[in-house]
């Protein structure tokens, strides 16, 4: 595989997306730094197909990623592969309002012919290929220029690699009939809405006891004025004021801006500081939570009780072995919470629909409604139809009894013992 000088110019990365856009793949990654800004920072993109490799540098001087960015969302002739790629397409929307499609993402497509929830990119590459990776650079600081060579070449290896794996496992995906259990997947990692920021939804990622509109309209407010307070500092938002600080003072609200001093989380200056005479004017205008904002209960039949729990917990064996008799990740068929609804009557469940039906659903079904039940077979515990369980019993030869001699038919028991 030809491996490229590290890309800092407009024309030759548009020569090297001439090439590219003309394979079936391209294996992506980035390196980005995002722990002191709002906005994840874009340092370095990695490309490769199965014949050339580059990396390229977003933070040269005049550098025009147009190209680049077109083939990643509007060109739909070639495949975007990432691994475990959540963090890299957050980065490309960002950029351009759009995410990468077609898209397949390596960590995802293990969980379908493996056990693997989420294995690391070492893993990986250890697993398919047998190659250890240099891990010595991964926490090095992508921002700094010029980059080492170890950074560029450790940063390449992301996507080289990659290529190698994608043909091997695609090719077991069709021979196990697999891949189509993972369109739906894939369709879920490429959904802008999971990349959308908006400030008025803030509120939702923020964990807060009670269903108080009042309490959950100030949190609301008070959500949505952080994260406009963070976007113009471009710091993260924690920076601002911590999650649990918020939900603090969503709950208990201070009369005044001298108050703010009381509040844990919060230092002295706030009693007198802008910020701090901002925030109380969010809290003064804030208006409770529409009915129609409010959160939906948890979607769950009558409540478990002990017998009902007792049935999640068997299905939860059920999936564990499921999940092992067939090599795949338990994760991708089923979560708890939803193994706890169908124990408690609901119906309306992913798992009782299309492939997870087939695979998992229809037993698990069985098992609630008391047509299957656990047997144990050459020191495995397996699944096994109640109609078979008796049929197999009925198929057993039975113990003979032992004949009375014919001194002692009839005799009573305590003659007999005497």
């Given at each position: 595989m030809k491996i490229h000088d590290l890309i800092t110019t407009t024309e030759a990365l548009d020569d090297l997306v001439s090439r590219l856009e003309k394979s079936d793949f391209v294996t992506v990654d980035t390196e980005f730094m995002r722990e002191n800004t709002y906005w994840p920072e874009l340092c370095l993109v990695q490309i490769a197909n199965d014949e050339e490799a580059a990396a390229i540098d977003p933070l040269a001087d005049g550098l025009d990623m147009t190209s680049l960015l077109n083939l990643m969302c509007d060109n739909e002739d070639v495949l975007k592969i990432f691994h475990a790629g959540g963090q890299d397409v957050e980065i490309i929307y960002n950029l351009t309002g759009k995410t990468p499609h077609p898209i397949f993402d390596t960590q995802i497509a293990m969980m379908a012919i493996s056990q693997s929830e989420q294995i690391g990119y070492a893993n990986l590459v250890e697993s398919w290929l047998g190659i250890t990776v240099d891990k010595g650079a991964r926490f090095t600081d992508w921002s700094r220029r010029p980059l080492t060579d170890r950074q560029i070449e450790y940063a390449i290896g992301d996507v080289t690699y990659l290529s190698e794996i994608f043909p091997l496992m695609l090719k077991k995906l069709v021979k196990t009939g697999r891949g189509k259990w993972l369109n739906a997947e894939m369709e879920k990692l490429a959904d802008p809405d999971n990349y959308r920021n908006d400030p008025g939804k803030a509120w939702k990622r923020i964990r807060s006891a009670?269903?108080?509109p009042q309490v959950l309209g100030r949190l609301k407010a008070l959500a949505a004025w952080r994260e406009g307070e963070a976007q113009h500092k471009d710091i993260p938002r924690?920076?601002?004021?911590?999650?649990?600080?918020?939900?603090?003072v969503a709950s208990h609200p201070p009369k005044k801006q001298a108050d703010l001093a009381k509040v844990r989380g919060l230092s002295n200056a706030w009693r007198e500081n802008d910020i701090g005479k901002r925030m109380m004017k969010v809290l003064e205008s804030a208006?409770?939570?529409?009915?129609?904002e409010m959160p939906q209960k948890t979607k769950r039949g009558a409540p478990l009780g002990k017998e009902g729990a007792l049935v999640a917990d068997l299905l939860k064996l059920l999936l564990k072995i499921r999940a092992r008799e067939i090599e795949i990740a338990s994760r991708l068929l089923t979560k708890s919470d939803e193994l706890?609804?169908?124990?408690?009557?609901?119906?309306?469940?992913?798992?009782l629909q299309g492939w997870r039906y087939e695979v998992f659903g229809k037993d698990a079904l069985q098992l609630v409604e008391g047509k299957t039940g656990f047997a144990v077979k050459n020191g495995k515990l397996v699944m096994t139809h109640i109609d078979d369980l008796q049929a197999e019993m009925a198929a057993e030869p039975e113990v003979p009894e032992i004949a009375e001699s014919a001194d002692t038919a009839g005799t009573p028991v305590d003659e007999a013992t005497e």
């Open positions: 009670g269903r108080n924690g920076r601002i004021m911590r999650d649990e600080t918020l939900a603090d208006e409770p939570l529409p009915k129609d706890e609804a169908l124990a408690a009557g609901i119906r309306d469940l992913p798992i």
